[in-house]
Nanobody, 122 residues
Framework: VQLQASGGGLVQPGGSLRLSCAAS????????IGWFRQAPGKEREWVSG????????YYADSVKGRCTISRDNAKNTVYLQMNSLKPEDTAVYYC????????????????WGQGTLVTVSS
């Protein structure tokens, strides 16, 4: 079982990035998917979630309206489209999977990707 996060990089404020989380060894159909981020010197925080069973989406207030979580079933991949990026979005972004859709609690996720760095700076 593996989650592979990718798509991070350096982007100017106001720009966009699309993060990907590819799963191998299991299907997202039966699990919840979450995106978390950890900024330098801060605790990891939940950003967004997606129910693998019914596609319900969830967003933290800090990214609501700027981010969209989606899924490609054929590729067993989940995406996080981030728009209107701000310097405070700078963080390592992690994808994870668990059983409670939309949960902001790390303890409820049992598989984690390795993280991808997003830097928002001019």
């Amino acid at each position: 079982v593996q989650l592979q996060a990718s798509g991070g990089g350096l982007v100017q404020p106001g720009g966009s990035l699309r993060l990907s989380c590819a799963a191998s060894g299991f299907s997202f159909d039966y699990y919840a998917i979450g995106w978390f981020r950890q900024a330098p010197g801060k605790e990891r925080e939940w950003v967004s979630g997606l129910s693998g069973s019914d596609g319900t989406t969830y967003y933290a207030d800090s990214v609501k309206g700027r981010c969209t979580i989606s899924r490609d079933n054929a590729k067993n991949t989940v995406y996080l489209q981030m728009n209107s990026l701000k310097p405070e979005d700078t963080a390592v972004y992690y994808c994870a999977t668990g059983e409670v859709s939309g949960s902001p609690h790390e303890a409820e996720y049992f598989y984690w990707g390795q993280g991808t760095l997003v830097t928002v700076s001019s």
